[in-house]
């Protein structure tokens, strides 16, 4: 008998490399975020992130590689920053795995909410987000203030504080119901990511308070999130990053340390045994959802 492909949840967590187990050395064992370190002592298993081309790891690079399984620094012979070029988003639209298990037959979304009640506005960014490339190739848009207002979609800082200095006078939220939002989301698709980058953000440019603050609130949104591996034995849990940065509290540029790919639930045990370079991510995902069947339903 074929068993069914899960339904997964996805978080790519920028910035986040393993680290010592010294909270000297490594903010991330401060005491703050006692969650996710039980995850990366009891589910992690490590990936590299520089994927074989010298230098340090970058987020174009590496999260081209997580979404296409191409080793993006090998095709453009560097690790590249920020958002991706010319070369980065042609191979991330000719090789997604959105596109790819929408072709298949299954229903995919990137939960983050973009503050616009227009896709258009995103379209037209000079900067587009590996992520944000990626959706709008594969769906062709993307969920806007509507639905973050209405819990169908979550803003990337966790609470939507950091609208306010964009004129937002809404509601705002928790890490906790965030991560309850998230996994509501998930819950209506087969495959689901959601991408929190304030722990690069706040590892180049905060002080030790700011990223104690980001990691607290990480975990409490962690906590909720990571329980959609525990309602059904057909989910998976899936968490990993692009490059290290946050662990190395003596240095305010990214690390060479591996990351972490932490997996839960259905097919864990296959991914943590198959992935052990950023590019090997999604051919080990993608066995775990096979070709269109007649019970698939698109979204």
Do not use: W
Not at 243 to 251: K, L
């Amino acid at each position: 008998m074929i068993r069914r492909a899960p339904k997964a949840l996805f978080i790519l967590v920028d910035g986040l490399g393993i680290g010592l187990k010294d909270p000297d050395r490594n903010p991330v064992r401060y005491g703050v975020c006692p969650f996710l370190c039980g995850l990366l002592d009891g589910y992690a298993v490590p990936v590299d992130a520089s994927m074989g081309v010298p230098g340090i790891p970058q987020s174009a690079t590496g999260q081209t590689a997580l979404f296409t399984g191409i080793n993006a620094a090998r095709e453009v012979g560097r690790h590249v920053e920020g958002f991706p070029g010319p070369v980065l988003r042609e191979i991330i639209r000719g090789h997604n795995v959105y596109d790819i298990l929408v072709r298949r037959g299954y229903c995919c979304t990137f939960a983050n909410a973009y503050y616009l009640d227009d896709v258009e506005e995103v379209r037209h960014r000079r900067h587009q987000s590996v992520t944000t490339v990626a959706a709008l190739k594969a769906f062709g848009t993307v969920r806007g203030r509507q639905e973050m207002l209405q819990g169908r979609a979550v803003y990337q800082d966790l609470t939507r504080v950091s609208l306010r200095e964009r004129g937002y006078d809404g509601p705002l939220t928790s890490p906790a119901q965030s991560g309850r939002d998230l996994v509501s989301i998930a819950r209506d698709h087969d495959f689901t990511v959601f991408e929190y980058f304030q722990t690069d953000r706040v590892a180049h440019k905060g002080t030790p308070k700011d990223v104690r603050a980001i990691l607290a609130q990480f975990d409490a949104f962690l906590r909720e999130a990571a329980g959609f591996a525990a309602e059904d034995p057909d989910h998976l849990l899936l968490l990993t990053s692009d490059h290290g940065n946050i662990e190395e509290a003596r240095s305010p540029s990214h690390s060479i340390n591996p990351v972490p790919l932490v997996a839960i639930g259905r097919g864990a045990e296959q991914l943590r045994d198959e992935v052990h370079s950023l590019p090997d991510f999604v051919p080990s995902l993608l066995r775990l959802y096979p070709a269109p069947g007649a019970s698939l339903v698109a979204c």
